[in-house]
């Protein structure tokens, strides 16, 4: 009996104690595909008076995580890269996207962008995974 | 009067919140160089059993910050990119080191690699930052 | 008087030797877009029996230049990355199209599709642009 | 019996016309690693003034692939970023070095530093392979 997006994805989240410190909801989810969000605080910001950068990074890894293991194909990130365009500070909310750009048979290549409570995005992602051809549940 | 990097760095960590949650202390500091320590916990952990990729990219981070604003001028992260090549688990001991690649007029280059306890490398991470030509402190 | 992407790309294009020796013609411009396409030749494999990943890479730097400089202000590329997902061929055409992602103001991001004549897509770049201030023509 | 990265890269290169149209030299090769130089011509630059981005990594995209390959594995590359720190200008001699930093049993991750003729970087590379399990020869 195969296992549906929603399944894995709970089951991850379920061990997930990063992801949940960061406050992260999910939105929606279809294979190869992931939608969250997060609010900012003050506990996640850098030394230099706006989100510490591991923040967006890590609501955009997790998304992606959702994203590319989603069809029960336990997959492992080997490359991923983010670049910052805006500034995120305290109380934004950010929401995350994960699209699977390609679904080759031993990696994947996603991409994620985040954007802030105005629709403007503040980072962009891009994941690579390798698919270890086992199950995640 | 010129600033040591040492007090650029301190005036970082003060308000630092994110890399006092991740437990970040600072090792060894020279200008464009940073190293760095941290202890990963079980709140650090993702939904696949090993630490979310966002602890790790974290550490990466605030390193390559402390290294590329420590001669106090501010630097933007504007592209960053890691690979991981070794699982990190709870209880292991992350040091990072963040060696200055290239130091541009308008933009520097960095590299930092993160080894475990035993001495083997966990991830390999790449900062490309902005100079803005303001001061830090 | 202001100069438009057409000029600017033409001027380029013009002392532009290795876009020529590839081939490379231009489909569509507008600011910040570019537009492109070749067709690959036997002189352009790798050792392995595919084309060597330079061409594609070049083809894709050739259109992100296009489209980033093309508002006439001179902006150099600074971090770029490549994913492959398809091999290419000798006479498979490519067409690349670079849109912008972030035109910042003092550097830019933009994504470059490049698909084959099935409409495959057989990679994707991705480009960080400083923007010097100077113009090009 | 098993064949030396020598003759891994012989026959690799006795195919590869690209890298002979560049004009690439083997300098050195051990496992996992591999050492070329190129001389630039004026049918190599750009239409900024400068050598096309794309030859800087090609250089680098081929010696990649003779390191990478040479143990007699097939790999193809998968991802790969380059950041640019200097001009290169016709007759720049052009000395590639790509050393493995880390051999996985499934990926595999490199760094490729590229010089000039007065020993100053000018390009930085990075590529991600994936290992095929086939053999080159």
């Known amino acids: 009996m195969s296992v549906s997006p929603k399944e894995v994805v709970h089951h991850m989240m379920q061990k997930d104690a990063f992801s949940r410190w960061l406050g992260i909801e999910i939105l929606e989810l279809k294979e ?9 605080r003050a506990d996640m910001m850098n030394g230099l008076g706006v989100a510490h950068g591991g923040i ?8 992606f995580a959702f994203a590319c293991n989603n069809r029960n ?3 492992l990130a080997i490359d991923t890269s983010i670049n910052f ?6 109380k934004d909310v950010l929401t995350a996207e994960a699209i699977e750009v390609h679904d080759g048979k031993s990696s994947g290549l996603y991409q994620v962008i985040i954007k802030n ?10 994941g690579v995974c390798f698919r270890t051809g086992k199950s995640v549940i």
Request: aromatic share 12%; glycine share 2%.
């Open 56 to 63: 967006a990074f890590s609501l955009a890894d997790s998304t």
């Open 85 to 90: 365009v805006k500034p995120v500070k305290p």
């Open 117 to 126: 409570q105005d629709n403007k995005e503040v980072a962009f992602f891009k």
């Open 73 to 75: 194909v336990l997959s």
């Open 32 to 40: 190869g595909y992931a939608k969250t969000r997060m609010t900012v």
